[in-house]
């Protein structure tokens, strides 16, 4: 895969067309979304604004316990689109 390193780009940016043109920019910004979106779906639903326990351990696990919320969520949601599209075999 041709990926371009990712720099964020604001608005009065001093990238210019030789960084942003790039087809390995575009598949950065489109991963880098993918990945915000996780972190911000934690900290807004997930309740992930602060640490809620003391202790790695307890954190750790209570990160786990949020990603795979996430995981099942995003699971749920991938399995709806495919039952509406007809191409999920269902065994009934």
Partial sequence: MNVTPHVARRKPSKLDGRTTHHLGYQTSQRIR?????????????????????????????????????????????????????GDLCTNS
Avoid: H
Wanted: proline content about 0%; hydrophobic content about 40%; glycine content about 10%.
């Fill in 33 to 85: 979304k993918r990945v915000e979106e996780i972190f911000g779906w934690v900290k807004t639903v997930g309740g992930g604004r602060k640490l809620r326990y003391r202790g790695v351990e307890r954190n750790r696990l209570w990160w786990e316990l949020t990603a795979s919320a996430y995981n099942l969520l995003r699971m749920a949601k991938l399995a709806q689109r495919m039952t509406d599209k």
